[in-house]
Nanobody, 118 residues
Framework: QVQLVESGGGLVQPGGSLRLSCVAS????????WGWFRQAPGKERDLVAR???????SYLDSVKGRFTISRDNAKNTVYLQMNSLKPEDTAVYYC????????????WGQGTQVTVSS
């Protein structure tokens, strides 16, 4: 299994930016893709962005053009650059990993809280 630790959250004003990081350890050789998820109070956990082994990416429609997922393979780390943040982006953000083709294979971490408020 893959162990994951997220960091980088915080309180930011609308229109601001944050960069989240997620470091993986354990069975990192099995990683086919990485995903960033978020869960707001009383809501389900949603997939926000994903990056595949080949470098392809996909995004939730509501974050397209504002969020960018990237990775550093040497550091077993994935990032989520979040720009033009909106109050509706407020949530706990989690990362996880997939083994081929689409099975989650990471242990959910504690996540990192992102709060967008003036």
């Amino acid at each position: 299994q893959v162990q994951l630790v997220e960091s980088g959250g915080g309180l930011v004003q609308p229109g601001g930016s944050l960069r989240l990081s997620c470091v993986a350890s354990g069975s990192v050789g099995s990683i086919y893709a990485w995903g960033w998820f978020r869960q707001a109070p009383g809501k389900e956990r949603d997939l926000v962005a994903r990056i595949f082994r080949g470098g392809g990416t996909s995004y939730l429609d509501s974050v397209k053009g504002r969020f960018t997922i990237s990775r550093d393979n040497a550091k077993n780390t994935v990032y989520l650059q979040m720009n033009s943040l909106k109050p509706e982006d407020t949530a706990v953000y989690y990362c996880n990993t997939y083994r081929y083709p689409s099975t989650l294979n990471g242990a959910w971490g504690q996540g990192t809280q992102v709060t967008v408020s003036s």
